[in-house]
Nanobody, 124 residues
Framework: QVQLAESGGGLVQTGDSLRLSCAAS????????MGWFRQAPGKEREFVAA????????VYADSVKGRFTISRDNTRNTLWLQMNNLKPDDTAVYYC?????????????????WGQGTQVTVSS
């Protein structure tokens, strides 16, 4: 029943911006902690950002802090990741993820539901 679908990826140049979206269905969205992870070829999937139920409390990986912003609209069942000043090392497949819970987490295993991913490629 649970579906998470990312969109908004693409090919951009260093310094450009992208906004990724994640549409959620089949879940009580307001009670899900949501996050973004990314995985580059041959690398482990790594944490990017997470957001609590009300959209006020957020946490970011150091590598994206100050450049990326996670947000959500519970009335629209939508999660976003605004990415500014993109760098080549941001190149990865980006995944949205959700967990039914009340605390934020950096850990992949804590997230129960995952989207299929959207490719972000940043050229020099």
């Amino acid at each position: 029943q649970v579906q998470l679908a990312e969109s908004g990826g693409g090919l951009v140049q260093t310094g450009d911006s992208l906004r990724l979206s994640c549409a959620a269905s089949g879940v009580p969205f307001v009670r899900y902690v949501m996050g973004w992870f990314r995985q580059a070829p041959g690398k482990e999937r790594e944490f990017v950002a997470a957001i609590h139920w009300g959209g006020v409390t957020t946490v970011y990986a150091d590598s994206v802090k100050g450049r990326f912003t996670i947000s959500r609209d519970n009335t629209r069942n939508t999660l976003w990741l605004q990415m500014n000043n993109l760098k080549p090392d941001d190149t990865a497949v980006y995944y949205c993820a959700g967990r039914y819970g009340s605390s934020l987490s950096y850990e992949r295993r804590r997230y129960e539901y995952w989207g299929q991913g959207t490719q972000v490629t940043v050229s020099s």
